[in-house]
C-alpha cells in the first residue's frame, strides 16, 4: 500500500511539472463560428468552437468565456451564462485536452431579431494538473452574423402586388418594343418619320413604316425609404415593417420571373455603410445580396427621399416599373415618386409600414 502511494506521488509531481513547464497556454490555440453566416430570425444554428493542443503533454484544465450578444438565445439547457462588458454576456465552460489533440464544441443558439451580431472573442484560463497556478489568454476574434428581416405576411399584400403586376402586363402590350421589329405597314401620317422603312418603301413604291412587336420585358425598381416623422419604439416599429416588406416584394418578384433593381436610402452598420444600389437580377445571389443589406440596415437614413429620387431620375430606362416602400403615407413623397414613373412610363404601386398591423401580419 505505501509503495503504492509513492508510486502515486511521483506520478502526480512528474505530471504537475511537466504541466507547468514554460507557458501554459503557448501552444494551445482556439478559434469560433457560426455554422452559418445568414440566418432567419428564430432559426437554429450552432457555434462551433476548436480548441487544439499541439504540445505532447496533457492540459489537464482549460476554463473559457466566450463573449456572445446579449441577445442571443444559448438553446444548451445546462449553459452557463453570466453578464459581460459591453451589454453583452459571457458563456463559460471548461474542457481538458489530451497531447496533440483537437476538440470541436457546438451549442446551438438562435437570434430573435432582424440585425447585425458580433463575437468578440473568448478569453481563457490554463491551470496546471494539481490547480496550484495558471495562465491566461484573451483570444482576439470578430465574428459576425446577419439575421434577416422576417417575412411580411399579410393577404393584403398579395391583392395589392397581384393589381400591380396586372397593370404592368397592360402596359407591355401598349407599349412597342423599338428593337424587336416584325415586319413594315403602311405610313399614315401619324408615325414618326424616324420610323419609315426606306427599304419596305422602294419595294411596294409607298412609304412603309416599321411595325414593331409588343414585348417589352418588365422590369421594376424596388425603392426602400426609411424616413419618418415618428419617434421612438413607432419609429423602429415602422421602419422594421418596411424591411420585411421589403424582403417580401423582392421574394414574389423573384417567384414572377420578373427582373428587379433595389434602391434605398437605409445606412449600414458596418464597412459597408454606402450600401444603397443592387443593379437590375434575379436568382438567389441576386435575392440574398439584398437580403444580407436589409439585415445590416441600422434605423438611420443615409439620405432624405427627395435625394434618392433625383439620383434615380439620373438613369432613366423606358418602360421600368416602380414599387415604393415606404414607412408612411407622404404626399409629397408620393408626387416626387409619380414624376419618376412619369420619365419612366411605368406602373408605380405604394406599400406603406404603418398598414401592416391594419392588414393583420
Known amino acids: 500500500m505505501i509503495a503504492f502511494l509513492i ?15 514554460g507557458r501554459a497556454l503557448r501552444d494551445i490555440s482556439y478559434s ?7 440566418a432567419e430570425p428564430d432559426e437554429e444554428l450552432e457555434l462551433v468552437a476548436v480548441i487544439t493542443n499541439e504540445s505532447r503533454r496533457i492540459v489537464p484544465f482549460i476554463s473559457l468565456e466566450e463573449s456572445l450578444p446579449k441577445e442571443i438565445n444559448v438553446l444548451h439547457k445546462d449553459a452557463k451564462l453570466r453578464p459581460g462588458g459591453s451589454g453583452g454576456i459571457k458563456h463559460c465552460y471548461s474542457v481538458y485536452l489530451m497531447p496533440r489533440s483537437t476538440l ?23 491551470g496546471d494538473f494539481l490547480g496550484l497556478s495558471g495562465d491566461w489568454k484573451h483570444f482576439h476574434s470578430i465574428v459576425d452574423i446577419v439575421i434577416y428581416p422576417g417575412a411580411a405576411s399579410f393577404e393584403k399584400l398579395e391583392s395589392i402586388l397581384g393589381g400591380f403586376f396586372g397593370d404592368m402586363s397592360v402596359r407591355r402590350f401598349i407599349m ?11 405610313y399614315t401620317g401619324a408615325e414618326p418619320f424616324r420610323q419609315i422603312s426606306w427599304n419596305h418603301s422602294a419595294r411596294t413604291a409607298r412609304l412603309m413604316v416599321k411595325q414593331f ?7 421594376v425598381s424596388v425603392v426602400l425609404d426609411v424616413n419618418t416623422l415618428a419617434v421612438g419604439d413607432e419609429r423602429e416599429r415602422l421602419i422594421e415593417h418596411c424591411f420585411s416588406l421589403a424582403r417580401s416584394v423582392c421574394e414574389m418578384l423573384e417567384r414572377k420571373g420578373i427582373p428587379y433593381d433595389f434602391i434605398s436610402n437605409a445606412t449600414t452598420g458596418n464597412a459597408l455603410s454606402v450600401w444603397s444600389y443592387i443593379g437590375e437580377g434575379l436568382g438567389n445571389a441576386h435575392l440574398f445580396s439584398i437580403l444580407e443589406g436589409l439585415g445590416r440596415a441600422s434605423l438611420k437614413p443615409r439620405e432624405n427621399f427627395t435625394a434618392t429620387i433625383e439620383k434615380m431620375k439620373r438613369n432613366v430606362e423606358g418602360n421600368r416599373s416602380v414599387i415604393c416602400i415606404m414607412p408612411e403615407r407622404n404626399a409629397e413623397k408620393q408626387q416626387l415618386a409619380q414624376s419618376l414613373t412619369e420619365l419612366r412610363g411605368g406602373a408605380l404601386q405604394f406599400i406603406y409600414g404603418e398598414d401592416v398591423n391594419d392588414l393583420g401580419a
Open 32 to 38: 469560433f463560428a457560426y455554422s452559418k453566416r445568414l
Open 176 to 186: 412597342e418594343d423599338p428593337v424587336l421589329t416584325v415586319g413594315a405597314r403602311e
Open 104 to 126: 470541436e464544441r457546438r451549442v446551438s443558439v438562435s437570434f430573435p431579431k432582424r440585425g447585425l451580431y458580433r463575437c468578440y472573442g473568448a478569453e481563457m484560463v490554463c
Open 213 to 219: 412587336d409588343y414585348t417589352v420585358e418588365p422590369i
Open 7 to 21: 508510486v502515486f506521488i511521483v506520478v502526480v509531481c512528474i505530471v504537475q511539472a511537466r504541466s507547468m513547464r
